[in-house]
């Protein structure tokens, strides 16, 4: 399943019982198409708003248990029953999408860490519930991954956001690193942006630790994926963090190479 689309949802990948695959491609289905209602093409804030909340009408649908016409929401309903899923998490990611369409800065970290509440966090409380795992800690560490893997994907995207007229680092910050956003504008980085980047990227880093626990207790697969998800994100860090904050020149990926790193540190774990 492809995921350079949307970076933060595990991808029904070898290491996954093939059980739940087609529930996770699914939910991702789901994912994948609000989130692309809410930032592809050209329609406008109002057009996507409503493409939305016509989502949460189909969702609010399936709950309900009424007859639903749409083959991706029909596939949905099916995992939803075999599963147990709740319907929770995919409303909060609805509501992260519809933010997205009307909230283009974030005055502080809290606002910004509610939004990642929304719009990462549910994917993996989606991921534990399928596993049947639901207790206050695992649920915590969870949160703490992904919110950390989103701010992640936040920094990567610094300039593609720009273009899209959003800026995800909180104002605070740029504020207190005496950064513009005419800085982010020219691609600037000098003393000032690289000394913000530092302070993003070990915000990240220390959240994303925070959860790492949870990788490390874990039995089987599902405790390999999320080894491997961690690195990974550990991994764009160091690489953010190796060109001094610049993400200007090049967007910092993870490449072929990477993996037998991201591998070897997992295992380390």
Not at 2 to 10: A, G, I, Q
Not at 81 to 110: E, G, I, K
């Amino acid at each position: 399943m492809p995921v350079d689309h949307y970076e933060n949802f595990p991808v029904a990948s070898l290491l996954m019982p093939a059980r739940l695959r087609p529930a996770v491609e699914a939910v991702y289905a789901f994912a994948r198409h609000a989130d692309d209602l809410a930032d592809e093409g050209h329609a406008s804030p109002a057009e996507r708003l409503a493409a939305l909340n016509a989502l949460t009408v189909q969702l609010d649908h399936l709950g309900a248990g009424r007859s639903l016409d749409d083959a991706m929401f029909i596939r949905l309903a099916k995992v939803v029953q075999q599963f147990a899923l709740p319907l929770a998490p995919l409303h909060a990611l609805l509501s992260a999408f519809r933010q997205d369409v009307s909230t283009l800065r974030y005055a502080n970290f809290a606002d910004l860490l509610d939004y990642c509440q929304r719009s990462a966090n549910p994917v993996g409380r989606i991921m534990l519930h399928l596993y049947g795992v639901e207790d206050a800690r695992s649920l915590g560490e969870s949160d703490a991954i992904c919110s950390a893997l989103q701010l992640i994907n936040f920094l990567q995207d610094i300039e593609v956001d720009w273009r899209k007229g959003r800026v995800y680092v909180p104002q605070e910050d740029l504020h207190q690193f005496a950064v513009t956003e005419a800085q982010i504008a020219a691609g600037l980085v000098d003393p000032a942006w690289r000394a913000l980047m530092t302070f993003e990227i070990g915000r990240a880093r220390a959240l994303l630790l925070s959860g790492a626990p949870l990788a490390k207790r874990l039995p089987g697969r599902l405790g390999w994926e999320l080894r491997m998800v961690v690195q990974g994100g550990l991994r764009i860090l160091d690489k953010i963090a190796a060109v001094d904050g610049n993400i200007f020149s090049r967007r910092p990926t993870l490449h072929k190479s990477d993996w037998l790193t991201i591998a070897w540190r997992s295992l380390r774990m």
